[in-house]
């Protein structure tokens, strides 16, 4: 072989090394065009990453704090920026050395890193989370009981807390209800996008719409299909007390007019869905389930006050109230006060009626 043909092969080979280097990350991110296209985005992944982390929140934040910010944000829907930036707002991580951070309260009442009042906790600072409360205490670590003083189990109560309050979508609100300043609200989105490398507040994968299951494809028959269609379209509209659209909708309102749309009658208010449809053990549910919740004056564990459609296991639709945001879709297996599920598919006034528009 001679020595032009060997430097020749050299060179060759190194192309193909150097290629292949080069598009070994790009074929692991994305898929080319021809095969269905586009960026694959990680939507499953619960576990925590690290990127979008500024210098700044390097530097600033305790690692042990930073991986439960991270870990919360992503298991709730909630941006860890936000959840960072109230931790340093309120107690610097849980650096500051004022009354009630670590233990005791402070002169308002607030206790812990992310500065939870003691009554909005759950009546006590540290709570068995098999018993019976109404709050915010949360088990962040996995030992039965929620610690207004545990890093792991305030930051798992704030992020629940900011998500039924409005996080991801509407922060402004969420915060404003965290602490009813309008200089508060301020100041921890300021901070947040600091703690960002790109300097945004851009929702979190499982919060991006690229992330939603096929949620019509997906459901069971044609008839939860056509329900599903018609409670989706709603999206983004108002909460609007007795509203059955097309302007706004209450909570039953919107389930009561989806069920319309596929030629079903159901009743109009949560207490007559309640006992209409038949009863869904947990865990059961599916697409086109009612789940109903204990909320709002006069109501009870037997007479629930709100009710939400079950768009996917984990997740539904619902028109919670006026200051609550638009209509959307949000989780409901981490929300208090479920008084259980049913099915009105499966009520005989129901079934009549598939049978006589040769549904069944």
Known sequence: MTSRLRIALIIGLAGVVLVTLIMAPMLMSTFPSFLGGGTVTDCE??????????????????????????????????QWTVLAAVGKRETDHGRSNLPGVKSGTNYAGAAGPMQFLISTWGGKSKIKTSSKFNGYASDG????YGDVYNPADAILGAAKMLKRNGAPGDLRRALFVYNRAIWYVEQVL????????????????????????????????????????????QRGKPYRWGGTGPEGYDCSGIIYMAYRSAGLSIPRTTFGQWPFGKKISEGDEQAGDLVF?????????????HVGMVVSPGKMIEARCTLCGPIKVTTYRDRPNIVGYTRPLQNSKVKEQLRSQGLT
């Open 45 to 78: 992944d619960d576990s925590p990453k690290f990127a979008n982390v500024s210098d700044t929140a390097q530097s600033d934040i305790p690692p042990e704090y930073l991986a439960l910010y991270k870990k919360w944000g992503q298991k709730t829907g909630v």
């Open 141 to 144: 670590d996995d030992d039965g």
């Open 293 to 305: 919740f204990n909320a709002g004056p006069g109501t009870s564990a037997n007479n629930p006050g």
């Open 190 to 233: 300021e901070i947040a996008r600091k703690y960002a490398s790109d300097g945004t507040l851009d929702l979190p994968p499982e919060a991006d719409p690229a992330c939603d299951p096929p949620l019509v494809e997906a459901a069971p028959t044609d008839v939860v299909r056509k329900i599903l269609q018609y409670a989706l379209a």
